[in-house]
């Protein structure tokens, strides 16, 4: 099957008529679709198809258990209305391109792996790569059991209700010691390639980022009859807050984001009794995210004292600088500027992947298909048709390179 067909195939799973995104959340029936899709996909040419603990779908060529397997893939799941590729891009190139290295004739000297990690964009349970983040002991069983969605189902109730054991979720150490080096490839979200011209980037790094949520708690009370002197109105310190993150995030050369909101009592004719407010920032590194989030934190506890409002922030969760495997990377340029007249960019990037998180336990690289947009998690998320093309055509000269004699 081609990459083509492999596209139109899942390009239905999980989209909405109304927004035209994408609401492929973790455990759901949209998710259980695009694991079945997967599985096909792997029985269909042969491989070893297996789902671990986590909740994680791999497929293998050859035996991993020799421990230096190369591996690919990304995700499948999706944020709350997102676009089409990110996360599926690299799945479905996986395939595609281990089809193109069988036209090719290559012949294996290491296993290949192809993965679809669970619940990487976090849009259910609020907490990004679980699935990996759990397989790498990043996550422990403890917190994973405190997870909860916006109805109050946890996550062990959701994975339950489809089918999958909670009760042996953990770190799986014997399965990463299976990999000896894992490429993923993603469109990327933002516009570097596109300003350069090239189709294909290799990722130096990853951003330290991380989402800190702030409860601003007031005094619910009527709108109508409340004189404006006599409000404890939270709402005026988390619209003052967001403005900081603003502010704070032009001044380090960051981004810092209030994205998600939630309100109570929620009602029109109601002054707010609390506004909670998640922030999502992310800098080139760990001193400018320090100095984003310390600044809005001190801008935000001086709104809330002057409207009466009680502050508490918690950092919910939180990622390093990730500094992809040095020796991987500069043999993936290597491997992909052999023999051709492709220029291989390397350039960093503020969005979190799986291969961050596994980068603290196996050699991990990253490709970049060219995004012109330069949009994500939307509907507008684009990538065109060549680019796609090239992006499994670089995966595979990758894998061929670290796989294959």
Known sequence: MSFHSM?????????????GGYRRFAWTGADADCRAWFEQQARSRGLAYETDRNGNQWAWLGDPARGDAVVTGSHLDSVPDGGAFDGPLGV??????????RHRGARFTRPLGIVNFGDEEGARFGLACVGSRLTAGLLTVEQAHRLTDAQGITLPQAMEAAGHDPGAIGPDPERLDRIGAFVELHVEQGRALDLSGDPVGVASAIWPHGRWRFDFRGEANHAGTTRLADRRDPMLSYAETVLAARREAELAGAVATFGKIAVEPNGVNAIPSLVRGW???RAADQESLDAVVDGVRSAAREYADAHGVELVVERESFTSVVEFDRVLRDELARILGTGTDLTVPVLGTGAGHDAGILSARVPTAMLFVRNPTGVSHSP???AAEDDCVAGVRALADALEGLACT
């Open 92 to 101: 479905v190139s996986a395939f595609a391109a281990l089809d193109e290295l």
């Open 380 to 382: 507008a998320e684009f």
């Open 279 to 281: 922030l999502d920032s």
């Open 7 to 19: 596209w139109a195939e899942l390009l239905p799973v999980g989209r909405s008529s109304a927004s």
